[in-house]
């Protein structure tokens, strides 16, 4: 069963019903022809809720809005940063102080850097060593 967990209140453990199940396959992927997954390396978009380790759920099938975090190709990289708009131009925001915004190219995507859209970052909460016992 999926419910909202109150983070201010204990938690009561609830027996599964059987009536509902969870699959992260479809949650996370439900386009699988145009999903792929990274590994995020490096804190430059912590105020983004990206960490360094995360695992990024990228769809190449959205056309991405201002504001939201895409994957483009830059002098042979990959790079995750916000898409904005400054004027009429499109641009990828700097991740941190210091950068510029990187020009880009959305409205020919065969043309475009873009490689697509973060939709999901999957965070490791505990220790990154666990050991079973």
Known sequence: ???????DLPVPFRDHD????LDLNAL???RPIATFYMRVAGHGLRNHGVMD?????IDRSILPPPGH?????????FLLRPLGRE???WILEPGRSGEVPIPVEIDNLDASPL?????????????RETRLR
């Open 87 to 89: 004027g009429e131009r």
């Open 28 to 30: 996370l992927t439900p």
């Open 115 to 127: 490689f697509g859209v973060a939709v999901h970052a999957v965070h490791h909460v505990g220790p």
């Open 53 to 57: 380790g995360d695992l990024l759920v």
């Open 1 to 7: 069963m999926l419910d909202d967990i109150p983070l």
């Open 69 to 77: 975090l895409v994957v483009a190709e830059h002098r042979g990289e």
């Open 18 to 21: 059987g009536r509902e199940s």
